[in-house]
T-cell receptor, first 113, second 114 residues
Framework: DSGVTQTPKHLITATGQRVTLRCSPR?????VYWYQQSLDQGLQFLIQ???????AKGNILERFSAQQFPDLHSELNLSSLELGDSALYFC????????????FGQGTRLTVV | QQQVKQSPQSLIVQKGGISIINCAYE??????FPWYQQFPGKGPALLIA?????SEKKEGRFTISFNKSAKQFSLHIMDSQPGDSATYFC?????????????FGTGTRLQVTL
């Protein structure tokens, strides 16, 4: 158990809908990262937050947004969902900004039908 | 542009054998190179990591070899066991005081047979 908690584990939704994925980082970790894992794209970095502030952005679509709350948990919002958004979404956390020793949660499997 | 290239895509090794997975990177600014192990239905788990000021790091049966001039690094799993069967990802990042992200290789599916 990495100490990073993601909910829900599975999510099935229709195209055009909006969903929210939740992540609780390890105790003491200030950085939260979101990654998307799909069969054709592998593990892709989406976004990093540190202590409530956005710090780095990767290949995140405009339909996607994230935030980190004062209690350090983070949410990833996916809207206007398309079939191609079906993937595993992972949250990771680390104690610092540098991203060393990032610990991953078990992921949320999103299926868009 | 794929900044971290990983090979092979899949690997079958007999129990007790040595598993070798290779990665090559392009960005010379990368200064942290971790390997992650992922079992089906689980998130990636940090296995071992190296920084470019050393050429080798060993932890138990797992060794990273690093060649800075060739911009390559590899994972060696000695005495491979069936429990090592998993997907392995190399990654690279730039340690920064302001932000960070891991750039992953495409993964190697390792199967250790009896």
């Amino acid at each position: 158990d990495s100490g990073v908690t993601q909910t829900p584990k599975h999510l099935i939704t229709a195209t055009g809908q909006r969903v929210t994925l939740r992540c609780s980082p390890r105790s003491g970790d200030l950085s939260v990262y979101w990654y998307q894992q799909s069969l054709d794209q592998g593990l892709q970095f989406l976004i990093q937050y540190y202590n409530g502030e956005e710090r780095a952005k990767g290949n995140i679509l405009e339909r996607f947004s994230a935030q980190q709350f004062p209690d350090l948990h983070s949410e990833l919002n996916l809207s206007s969902l398309e079939l191609g958004d079906s993937a595993l979404y992972f949250c990771a956390s680390s104690v610092d900004l540098g991203g060393t020793e990032a610990f991953f949660g078990q992921g949320t499997r999103l299926t868009v039908v | 542009q794929q900044q971290v290239k990983q090979s092979p895509q899949s690997l079958i090794v007999q129990k007790g054998g040595i598993s070798i997975i290779n990665c090559a990177y392009e960005n010379t600014a990368f200064d942290y190179f971790p390997w992650y192990q992922q079992f089906p239905g689980k998130g990636p788990a940090l296995l071992i990591a190296i920084r470019p000021d050393v050429s080798e790091k060993k932890e138990g049966r797992f060794t990273i070899s690093f060649n800075k001039s060739a911009k390559q690094f590899s994972l060696h799993i000695m005495d491979s066991q069936p429990g090592d069967s998993a997907t392995y990802f190399c990654a690279a990042s730039i340690r920064s005081g302001t932000a960070s992200k891991l750039t992953f290789g495409t993964g190697t599916r390792l199967q250790v047979t009896l």
